[in-house]
């Protein structure tokens, strides 16, 4: 039998939670002191998950973060593992309280300005990358769009377009069968945020010819025939129009080289941060999410916005249980009655189709210590910091700032980020426990791991440590700089390591609504 500092192995989060979370395995045996109160392990529990802290009782709220995560559904004992097996769930009343915890951004001063060296692009938009696109319109263009993009993937690329990141091909398996309504509203507003992100300095834009997602609706709907002065213009063909396969990969090939020559002749100049809009993600996450690397980015969404940034959460259905944290510091009423019927919707679309939005927490989550989308959102929510919510966002929509903002995407990470990149963010930062490689071309990803042993084992796909704070050698605040600081230095062209591994390419996925027929 092991005897063990409670402040050694487990941490309470707030004074009224009846659980702490463990930093350290506990074993069948284990002793834990808390002060003059012992507690014994009756099995074996994994760090990131909870224990008892008193006796709850059967039915009786069970709080972390100072918040109710769900319900005894037994009786459970002062040092008991606390998981799936005596943690239920049942809706519960929250306090929306609109912009009653709204407080005013302080601000840096203006001649405090921090900058990076980035791509201006007309309109005042600012780059990060400086890539090319080929947009498919259809799935039924994949294909094409592939045979367009790999005649640039040459050993002499590089030489013959250095200040060019590269040719991506955006693919996806909708455009036609679709319901002409909102489904295909909002795959043209994907394609269209695309073709318009900062990060893309040129586009050309692929169709079949007959599909039910048309080109020159696209076109119109977007006004993506207007240029400004200087710019070389967009291409788009259509596979059927152009004669065929080969004849749409030559025509595809010579307009991408012309692009290619345009973007080549740009230069990165120095940039206001406030010219950076931060998409913030979190995938394969464990119990340490919430406790350390989810809330050092909010420290970090907090000052870019102090900077006058931009920094967007997404993810709806992983701020289910804790959105009344949102609407309570909603810059308007507004936004914050935006968000509560994105969460109604959200709750009918679940009855819909015949399913929990419990059903979220993936069994990746449930390992790492998560129990229930309660949890998972109150530690998912940490992210956005503490300024007040300004704006909230369809999926995929402009995100015009400033401010700290809120966009609709599922919980899907490949899903919710392409909403994000769409919307226009031009950096990333993705937070991970179990070990996310996700990357998302053209906007670059930032990977920041929950615990340092994740960090070890995969450190060729982590771009920073979190862990720290639970080892006692770095504070959240002190992280969070750190992870403001990567940001910058990433907006100046520094590789996150996603990009060293050539990830991005295959994980575009536009939200697909609606039936097909």
């Not at 230069?267 to 119990?287: M, Y």
């Not at 960090?455 to 992870?483: F, K």
Request: charged residues 20%; proline residues 6%; neutral net charge.
């Amino acid at each position: 039998m092991a005897q063990k500092k409670f402040e050694d192995v487990a941490i309470r989060l707030h004074p009224s939670d009846n659980v702490a979370v463990l930093k350290a395995p506990m074993k069948v045996g284990d002793e834990l002191l808390d002060g003059q109160t012992q507690f014994y392990i009756t099995e074996n529990i994994g760090p990131g998950h909870k224990i008892a802290m008193a006796e709850i009782a059967d039915g009786a709220p069970v709080r972390k973060y100072g918040q109710v995560i769900g319900f005894a559904s037994a009786c459970i004992a002062p040092g008991r593992h606390i998981h799936t097996h005596n943690l239920g769930m049942r809706d519960f009343g929250r306090d929306y309280a609109f912009c009653t915890d709204a407080r005013p951004v302080d601000y840096h001063p203006a001649d405090a300005m921090r900058t990076f060296q980035g791509y201006a692009r007309p309109g005042g938009r600012v780059g990060t990358r400086n890539y090319v696109a080929v947009i498919s319109s259809v799935n039924c263009s994949a294909s094409v769009s592939h045979y367009v993009r790999d005649r640039f993937r040459t050993d002499d690329f590089k030489r013959n377009f250095p200040n060019v990141d590269g040719v991506i091909a955006f693919t996806h398996k909708g455009g036609c069968a679709i319901d002409p309504g909102e489904p295909q509203a909002v795959l043209q507003r994907v394609l269209a945020g695309i073709a318009r992100h900062p990060n893309i300095s040129g586009y050309l834009m692929i169709g079949l010819g007959c599909e039910t997602n048309q080109i020159d609706a696209i076109r119109r709907s977007h006004k993506l025939d207007q240029t400004h002065p200087g710019e070389v213009p967009p291409a788009f063909l259509n596979i059927q129009g152009a004669g065929g396969v080969r004849k749409t990969v030559e025509a595809g090939v010579a307009a991408t080289t012309k692009l290619l020559q345009a973007a080549n002749e740009l230069r990165r100049t120095p940039q206001p941060v406030s010219r950076l809009i931060l998409a913030e993600n979190c995938g394969g996450s464990d119990g340490n999410s919430g406790i350390t690397a989810n809330p050092a980015l909010g420290i970090a969404s907090d000052e870019l916005v102090r900077y006058g940034g931009t920094s967007v959460l997404a993810e709806t259905p992983e701020i289910y249980g804790a959105e009344h944290l949102l609407t309570r510091r909603a810059a308007s009423r507004e936004a914050g009655e935006k968000l509560v019927q994105l969460v109604r919707w959200w709750e009918d679309h679940a009855r819909r189709h015949g399913c929990s939005i419990n059903n979220n927490p993936s069994f990746g989550n449930k390992e790492g210590g998560l129990t229930n989308i309660y949890e998972k959102s109150l530690g998912a929510v940490a992210k956005g910091g503490q300024s007040p919510l300004a704006a909230v966002y369809n999926y995929a929509e402009p995100i015009l700032g400033p401010g700290f903002c809120f966009m609709d995407t599922p919980g899907y990470d490949p899903v919710s980020m392409t909403g994000l990149v769409a919307g226009g963010c031009n950096v990333a930062v993705f937070t991970t426990g179990r070990g996310s490689v996700y990357g998302c071309k053209p906007t670059p990803c930032i990977k920041v791991a929950t615990n340092t042993t994740l960090y070890r084992w995969m450190e060729e796909d982590m771009d920073l440590n979190a862990g720290t704070i639970l080892d006692g050698t770095e504070t959240v605040a002190q992280v969070g700089a750190r992870i403001f600081e990567k940001i910058i230095a990433v907006a100046n062209g520094e590789r996150t390591k996603s990009e060293l591994a050539g990830l991005g390419d295959e994980e575009f996925a536009p939200w697909q609504l609606g039936p097909t027929f």
